[in-house]
């Protein structure tokens, strides 16, 4: 399960656009979360953590930011998310040059973190530049081989989809439109996808309240 590809140059916006929709939808792409970044290493911030049911928040409602948010993180959500402490953590930002599958080093145009602990993996990101509506439904309806729509999850904005791919490892993702911010959230992990659910959507939840705008 791939992860929606990142929005490139202002120039290159409608190219990116393009091929976004024709992306695969899910991302099974690694990354760490939570907690305040320093060179790779993970260091908790000072927030206090709840866990909430994304069905408990009413999250069509809700709009959030589209700039950095993962120093809002709670480590607690964090390591929920995990299942420990992270061992790992990392964030970029709004024209950061990273990586991009099969496209090599691109510069990026959104916001996101990434948490690791053993083989398992949380992430979260939105997109820098506005979403509409015409295109969230879009990108929702957006759909790749292997992997699966999860039919009656609960909201993550409107609209929003969420889904899972792999069998063996698993990633279950959560992504939706908070106003003009396109926001998505995954984690990553050994075995089936119904046991990573639970725990994404608390992570989820986690994400779309420490991103509120």
């Avoid at 439904?137 to 957006?142: G, I, M, S």
């Avoid at 119904?194 to 608390?202: G, N, P």
Wanted: charged content about 15%.
């Amino acid at each position: 399960m791939r992860r929606d590809r990142p929005l490139r140059t202002v120039a290159a916006v409608s190219t990116a656009v393009r091929a976004l929709l024709l992306a695969v939808v899910f991302t099974a792409l690694p990354v760490t979360v939570g907690v305040a970044m320093t060179g790779g290493r993970a260091a908790a911030p000072p927030a206090t953590y709840s866990p909430t049911a994304l069905g408990d928040l009413d999250t069509t409602t809700m709009t959030i930011g589209r700039a950095s948010f993962c120093d809002r993180l709670p480590a607690a959500a964090v390591t929920d998310a995990l299942g420990q402490a992270a061992t790992y953590a990392d964030s970029y930002g709004d024209g950061d040059r990273r990586a991009v599958p099969g496209n090599g080093a691109d510069v990026l145009h959104e916001y996101g973190c990434v948490f690791r602990a053993g083989a398992t993996e949380a992430r979260a990101w939105v997109f820098a530049p506005p979403v509409g509506v015409a295109r969230a439904k879009q990108l929702a309806a957006a759909r790749t081989p292997g992997c699966r729509v999860l039919q009656g999850a609960p909201a993550f904005g409107r609209p929003s989809v969420a889904g899972s791919c792999g069998t063996k490892t698993s990633t279950v993702t959560f992504r939706g439109l908070f106003g003009d911010a396109w926001l998505s959230c995954s984690l990553s992990g050994a075995g089936a996808a119904s046991t990573l659910v639970d725990r994404t959507e608390r992570w989820c939840a986690a994400v779309a309240q420490a991103d509120q705008a």
